[in-house]
């Protein structure tokens, strides 16, 4: 393969379409990893506990050139053959694995499932089952848990609606993001005819999400089918110490709005930019409950107050400082 000539695509990356055969799968679960091996183990089994058979799932783990652990050999114990495995040359970043991941993928329905993220039970029998209710959609997914680096659950995002397509999404999805990779599948023609992602490896799925709902229907269960985990040391930390989340913020915010009609999506971004502000605060809040991270701590909040000054937030600061010092 030849090498990445670079790590940030400054457009969406092309997917090379693939003949309709009956001979291929209808699944492809893609299992992108980059030192992740704490929690692979637990990954593999989640999917293999609900391996549909060679024949109607492809799966396959795509390392980013991992240095913690033999990320193949792991493989071959936990898939028993049933695994194919892919490591990139060099490390090529999140968003090219993700690229070698949607080229890689054979079936008629993507699963991009990170390395340290899990799937419950029926994941797949209910994806099936909303794929073949809707055809016209171009992606569906379900309701999430967060949970911690042990397995805890920590939280659930608010239920989005009922089971069924999502009325208005683009508007909706444009102003918040209420999705993880773990819970979204997405028809590999999607990927095909829009390319993958881009520009950031920092909200760079919210505008894949966006870019989806302009040209297609997504479909929604509220069942909690996935689990995504919250690491200490994710790109999201890194970033808020290097003082990039905002920079990515609004140069994926910029993008959104390119898919959002002119009129009124001035509103929509700032809507979507007070979203942003808020969950800022809220993640400087575990930032300092398990970190205790004052110095990160102070820099998400100047972030968050650069990305929105409406007055609600202010009083989400507030409320934040008064919480951690009642509590530490």
């Not at 795509?62 to 695994?83: F, H, M, N, P, Y």
């Not at 970043?93 to 993507?110: D, I, K, M, P, Q």
């Not at 042990?150 to 999805?173: F, K, M, Q, T, Y």
């Amino acid at each position: 393969m030849a090498a990445f000539p670079t790590r940030f695509p400054t457009s969406a990356p092309t997917i090379a379409a693939l003949p309709d055969s009956a001979a291929r799968p209808l699944w492809s679960v893609m299992i992108p990893v980059y030192n992740c091996a704490a929690y692979l183990e637990d990954t593999l089994h989640s999917v293999l506990e609900q391996d549909l058979g060679a024949d109607v799932m492809q799966i396959q783990v795509v390392d980013d050139a991992s240095t913690d652990i033999d990320v193949e050999a792991l493989v071959k114990i936990i898939g028993q053959g049933r695994v194919d495995y892919f490591r990139q040359p060099a490390n090529v970043g999140s968003l090219r694995n993700f690229e070698t991941c949607l080229n890689h993928a054979n079936g008629h329905l993507v699963h991009l499932l990170h390395g340290d993220d899990r799937i419950g039970a029926d994941f797949y029998a209910k994806m099936t089952a909303l794929h073949q209710r809707y055809p016209e959609i171009g992606a569906a997914f379900s309701r999430y848990a967060s949970i911690s680096e042990d397995g805890d659950r920590l939280s659930l995002p608010a239920v989005v609606a009922e089971e069924g397509i999502l009325d208005n999404w683009l508007a909706r999805i444009a102003q918040h993001q209420p999705i993880q990779y773990a819970c979204m599948t997405v028809r590999r023609e999607v990927y095909e005819k829009l390319g993958s992602f881009y520009g950031t490896s920092y909200g760079e799925d919210w505008e894949m999400w966006v870019r989806i709902a302009r040209y297609y229907p997504v479909a929604y269960t509220p069942e909690i089918l996935a689990d995504y985990r919250i690491r200490a040391h994710s790109i999201t930390w890194e970033k808020s110490r290097n003082n990039q989340l905002v920079p990515d913020l609004l140069n994926v915010l910029g993008r959104i709005q390119s898919h959002l009609p002119k009129q009124g999506s001035q509103q929509i971004i700032e809507s979507s930019k007070k979203y942003c502000a808020h969950m800022m605060v809220y993640n400087t809040y575990k930032v300092l409950k398990e970190l205790k991270d004052i110095r990160l701590a102070r820099i998400q909040i100047k972030q968050a107050l650069d990305l929105s000054s409406h007055y609600s937030i202010y009083l989400s600061i507030a409320k934040l400082w008064v919480k951690y010092a009642v509590e530490y």
